[in-house]
């Protein structure tokens, strides 16, 4: 059978940030050439239609063995993973995911000789002692959620296998993520996305964070950026090999309902907030992403109010 070369695989193609990620990478580099994977089959009929499809479940290596004979890929973006808040429900599998899955993914890079992989990080690698107005990229780090606990080793990981087996690992490490086109699934700062979808649906949002609960943030486009800046940067400007601080705003649920207000001024917020509040207060509240900047040109677009515009009149459209 002849392989289809120059392959790129992304893992975890059905999530907030894959579902995206998948359709730019094959705007870039061509439908076919982009294979989206996941356990599970697409619901968005974009991603289905557009291009190639493979059921992968990352704590299965034979599934990316078998994939290896069909293709040959030059770059990976790993990006299944159990996050913040579903993670404390069940740690040890959301461990073994996020561990296992990395190995193995690391493990089938090298292998096959893979030029690149990516690997996302988060906010959550910080923990109550980490400085929490603008987080230095190095500082005292102490997760205390299984899922920063896991960020925090996988990037460690990513760095041995540079350091150690030359491969070509990137990362970085993402605020909260909002986006119109997919809901994130079980993060602390899901609230940021839902409040949108609420506001035109209802004309008010319950909010399971307390009014002032400020956290780093970045609106989806922004966040696609990054990813492929980073992917498409010389190898000699990537310096940071564990996972690069990434920032372009911070605010608090209070802040975001008062920016959705400029459109709806009869929106009303209230406040629950639940076990998601602990974790959203071991966090920092700004990022320092000089860094970045630094070493290859990071520099986001969108605020909160012109990320509110947006959000809102694509929701509209959608919704229409
Ligand atoms: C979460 O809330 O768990 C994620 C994250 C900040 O990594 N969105």
């Known amino acids: 059978m002849t392989k289809q070369k120059n392959a790129i695989l992304v893992i975890g193609a059905c999530g907030q940030l894959g579902s995206e990620l998948t359709l730019e990478l094959r705007k870039i580099y061509g439908d076919a050439n982009v294979v989206a994977a996941d356990?599970?089959?697409?619901?968005?009929?974009?991603?289905?239609e557009s291009g190639p499809f493979e059921i992968v479940d990352v704590l299965t290596p034979q599934h990316?063995?078998?994939?290896?004979?069909?293709?040959k890929f030059k770059?990976?973006?790993h990006l299944a993973a159990i996050l913040s808040a579903t993670g404390e429900k069940n740690p040890k599998f959301a461990w073994r995911l996020n561990m296992d899955g990395l190995f193995n993914v690391l493990d089938f890079a090298l292998e096959q000789k893979v030029?690149?992989?990516?690997?996302p990080?988060?906010?959550?690698?910080f923990g109550p002692n980490s400085p929490r107005q603008n987080t230095p990229q190095d500082t005292i780090m102490d997760p205390n959620t299984v899922y920063g606990i896991s960020k925090q080793a996988g990037e460690r990981w990513c760095e041995y296998y540079f350091n150690k087996y030359g491969l070509d690992v990137r990362s970085l490490r993402y605020p909260g993520l909002i986006g119109y086109k997919a809901l994130p699934g079980g993060g602390t700062t899901d609230y940021a996305v839902d409040i949108y979808h609420q506001a035109l649906a209802l004309g008010t949002y319950k909010c399971f964070l307390s009014?002032?609960?400020?956290?780093?943030?970045?609106?989806?486009?922004d966040a696609l950026k990054a990813t492929i800046d980073l992917m498409h940067a010389p190898a000699e400007q990537v310096k940071v090999r564990s996972s690069y601080n990434l920032a372009a705003m911070s605010f608090t649920p209070q802040e975001i309902a008062a920016s959705i207000q400029r459109h709806y001024p009869d929106f009303t917020i209230t406040y629950d907030p639940d076990s998601r509040q602990q974790i959203a207060d071991s966090w920092p509240q700004s990022i320092n992403d000089s860094a970045a900047r630094q070493d290859w040109g990071w520099n986001p677009q969108y605020d909160l109010h012109t990320m509110t515009d947006d959000m809102l009149r694509h929701l509209k459209r959608i919704n229409n």
């Open 211 to 221: 009014e002032n609960t400020r956290l780093p943030m970045m609106y989806m486009p």
């Open 115 to 119: 030029e690149k992989v990516y690997w």
């Open 121 to 125: 990080s988060s906010i959550a690698v």
């Open 75 to 77: 770059q990976i973006y």
């Open 64 to 71: 990316l063995t078998e994939l290896a004979s069909r293709y």
């Open 39 to 48: 356990i599970q089959y697409p619901k968005q009929a974009d991603l289905r």
